[in-house]
């Protein structure tokens, strides 16, 4: 018997909406970014290739199984979708993937600066740091090996080189609130280098903030779903 996660038609008014967000904060540009969440353990509903995600509609989306073959749909599945089933099959908890460029953060991964220092009690407890991980060919095994042999366990949001900013969560709207968190970060980051110092946090007060992640991580998985 197949369990259902979360209610298709109410997911695909929520990527719509989170397109959108995406679109309206210049997050994308073009055709740019894929917005998926796990339906079920064998049902993943998808942004299609081809479209802006600032203008999606709820018909346009697919539903893909976990070898990345259409169920439902009449547009073509995204190509970076194989980089959202990696995280799919390496991370059991995570049931929701965004993927975007937005400006700042993507300007850190061109760079090649991860967003590490522990400087926001926030970012701490909703990221723990943002690690930069190594270029790979977009719609290929090559983007997620660096990411799933070194960082998928320990970290919910992931600057790819060159590329731009992967977040996962339990959730469809937690995935985007963390990437909104990603580029608020790296815009603070920025200011205060351009500043001339960033003030971290002593790692006693880090672990403080650590063992509060762990709560909040918590308080996550034990929300209803449709959140």
Same mark, same amino acid.
């Given at each position: 018997?197949?369990?259902?996660?979360?209610?298709?038609?109410?997911?695909?008014?929520?990527?719509?909406?989170?397109?959108?967000?995406? %679109?309206?904060?210049?997050?994308?540009?073009?055709?740019?970014?894929?917005?998926?969440?796990?339906?079920?353990?064998?049902?993943?509903?998808?942004?299609?290739?081809?479209?802006?995600?600032?203008?999606?509609?709820?018909?346009?989306?697919?539903?893909?199984?976990?070898?990345?073959?259409?169920?439902?749909?009449? %547009?073509?599945?995204?190509?970076? !979708?194989?980089?959202?089933?990696?995280?799919?099959?390496?991370?059991?908890?995570?049931?929701?993937?965004?993927?975007?460029?937005?400006?700042?953060?993507?300007?850190?991964?061109? &760079?090649?600066?991860?967003?590490?220092?522990?400087?926001?009690?926030?970012?701490?407890?909703?990221?723990?740091?943002?690690?930069?991980?190594?270029?790979?060919?977009?719609?290929?095994?090559?983007?997620?090996?660096?990411?799933?042999?070194?960082?998928?366990?320990?970290?919910?949001?992931?600057?790819?080189?060159?590329?731009?900013?992967?977040?996962?969560?339990?959730?469809?709207?937690? &995935?985007?609130?963390?990437?909104?968190?990603?580029?608020?970060?790296?815009?603070?980051? !920025?200011? &205060?280098?351009?500043?001339?110092?960033?003030?971290?946090?002593?790692?006693?007060?880090?672990?403080?903030?650590?063992?509060?992640?762990?709560?909040?991580?918590?308080?996550?998985?034990?929300?209803?779903?449709?959140?």
């Amino acid at each position: 018997m197949t369990v259902e996660l979360f209610d298709e038609s109410a997911m695909r008014a929520e990527i719509c909406e989170i397109g959108r967000r995406h %679109w309206q904060r210049e997050y994308i540009a073009g055709n740019d970014g894929n917005i998926s969440v796990r339906l079920n353990e064998n049902e993943i509903l998808a942004t299609p290739t081809g479209v802006s995600k600032g203008f999606l509609t709820p018909d346009m989306l697919v539903v893909i199984d976990r070898e990345g073959r259409v169920l439902r749909g009449t %547009w073509k599945p995204s190509s970076e !979708l194989k980089m959202h089933r990696a995280f799919y099959d390496a991370r059991p908890d995570v049931r929701a993937v965004c993927h975007a460029h937005p400006i700042t953060a993507t300007g850190f991964a061109v &760079a090649g600066i991860s967003l590490d220092r522990s400087t926001l009690p926030e970012v701490v407890i909703r990221l723990g740091r943002v690690p930069l991980v190594k270029y790979g060919m977009p719609g290929t095994d090559e983007l997620t090996q660096d990411i799933i042999e070194n960082y998928v366990q320990d970290y919910d949001a992931f600057l790819l080189a060159n590329h731009g900013v992967v977040t996962v969560s339990q959730t469809l709207m937690d &995935a985007h609130h963390k990437m909104e968190t990603v580029e608020h970060f790296a815009k603070i980051s !920025l200011v &205060a280098r351009q500043l001339g110092n960033e003030n971290e946090f002593p790692p006693e007060r880090v672990q403080q903030l650590v063992e509060s992640r762990v709560r909040y991580r918590a308080q996550i998985g034990s929300r209803p779903l449709s959140e």
